[in-house]
C-alpha cells in the first residue's frame, strides 16, 4: 500500500532551470513532511521539510509547497544545477509513532548542461 | 560530526546463508532503522527500535529479524538468504525529543544473494 506517492519517476532538466517533484498523501494524521536528497553511493540526507501548519519553506534554491486540503506537497528547485542532480525522496511522518517515515517512490534529477 | 557506519559497503551472499548486516551510529540516538531500497519502490521500512532490546515491525519485515543489545548498534539479520532479498540496506538513527525529526542515514550495503 503506497501511503505516500511521488511523481515523476524521473526528471531532466536543464541548466538554471526549475524543477519541480510532486508528492500526495491520504493519511491526514500525517504530521511532517520531509524531503531527502540521495548522490550515487551515499545514503539520503535530509534536504528540508514542512509541517502542514504552514503552506510554504524557502531555504535557498529549495522550496516547499503545501497544500493542506489536497494532500499534495512540492518540491521546487530553483536554478537548478549540475550538482543537484540525484535522486529526491518525499517522505511523511505519522505522528506518535516512534517517527517512522514513510518515503515515495523517489524521483532521479538529472541536470544538464 | 553526525556518524552512521554500516559494516560492509558491497556483500554477496549463497541462497540459504545467515547475513548479518551491522550498523552503528555516534549520536547516543534512540531511534533506530533498518529500510530496503528498490527502484521503483523508495524505501521501505523493515525493522525500527526505539530502545535497547526494543525492536517492532515495519512494512516488511518478512524474512528478516533484528538485534539491538547496545544502543549504538542495530543489526539486522537474514536468517536463510533468498534472492529476492538482494537489494541496498540502509540503516538510520534519529534521536528522541523535540527539534530531533531528522533521520540519519548510512552509506548504505549493497547486498547481492546468489
Known amino acids: 500500500q503506497q501511503q505516500v506517492k511521488q511523481s515523476p519517476q524521473s526528471l531532466i532538466v536543464q541548466k538554471g532551470g526549475i524543477s519541480i517533484i510532486n508528492c500526495a498523501y491520504e493519511?491526514?494524521?500525517?504530521?511532517?513532511f520531509p524531503w531527502y536528497q540521495q548522490f550515487p553511493g551515499k545514503g539520503p540526507a535530509l534536504l528540508i521539510a514542512?509541517?502542514?501548519?504552514?503552506s510554504e519553506k524557502k531555504e535557498g534554491r529549495f522550496t516547499i509547497s503545501f497544500n493542506k486540503s489536497a494532500k499534495q506537497f512540492s518540491l521546487h528547485i530553483m536554478d537548478s544545477q549540475p550538482g543537484d542532480s540525484a535522486t529526491y525522496f518525499c517522505?511523511?511522518?505519522?505522528?506518535?509513532?516512534?517517527?517512522?517515515?514513510?518515503f515515495g517512490t523517489g524521483t532521479r534529477l538529472q541536470v544538464t548542461l | 560530526d553526525v556518524k552512521v557506519t554500516q559494516s560492509s559497503r558491497y556483500l554477496v551472499k549463497r541462497t540459504g546463508e545467515k547475513v548479518f548486516l551491522e550498523c552503528v551510529q555516534d549520536?547516543?540516538?534512540?531511534?533506530m532503522f533498518w529500510y530496503r531500497q528498490d527502484p521503483g519502490l523508495g524505501l521501505r521500512l523493515i525493522y525500527f527500535?526505539?530502545?535497547?532490546?526494543?525492536?517492532e515491525k515495519g512494512d516488511i519485515p518478512e524474512g528478516y529479524s533484528v538485534s539491538r543489545e547496545k544502543k549504538e548498534r542495530f543489526s539486522l539479520i537474514l536468517e536463510s538468504a533468498s534472492t529476492n532479498q538482494t537489494s541496498m540496506y540502509l540503516c538510520?538513527?534519529?534521536?528522541?525529543?523535540?527539534?530531533?525529526?531528522?533521520?540519519?542515514f548510512g552509506p548504505g550495503t549493497r547486498l547481492t544473494v546468489l
Open positions: 527500535s526505539y530502545d535497547v532490546k526494543m525492536k
Open positions: 514542512i509541517r502542514p501548519d504552514v
Open positions: 538510520a538513527s534519529r534521536g528522541r525529543g523535540a527539534n530531533t525529526d531528522t533521520q540519519y
Open positions: 493519511n491526514t494524521a500525517f504530521d511532517y
Open positions: 517522505a511523511a511522518r505519522l505522528d506518535g509513532t516512534a517517527s517512522k517515515l514513510t
Open positions: 549520536m547516543d540516538h534512540e531511534n
